[in-house]
């Protein structure tokens, strides 16, 4: 008998069944089942993993790191690239043409 009861006030405390024990007549009484779904529990509940994946996504790209417009002062501009580039073909050709000189 008081492994029933152990076993009874387990599954109670543990929220498997719910019930309440009446020592003095001795059984286990089962409470009324509600319909769950008439209740906000399944809506408290779908909002909780909603919540808990958006805080999640909201993180992540918060910890993506983007530079600041101040990095974009160090880049050059299209022209200024352009330029460049043809600084370094006139170098080449020069060097180029420097190169044909001592060969006949």
Known sequence: LTSRRSCSWTAIRDGVIEASINHEKGYVQSKEMIDIYST???QLAFHQRISFCLD?????????RFPPKSYNKDLESAEERRER???DLEFAKE???DDDDGFP
């Open 85 to 87: 580039e043809q600084q």
């Open 40 to 42: 906000r529990e399944p």
């Open 95 to 97: 060097m180029a043409e």
């Open 56 to 64: 999640i996504h909201n993180m992540s790209v918060k910890a993506m």
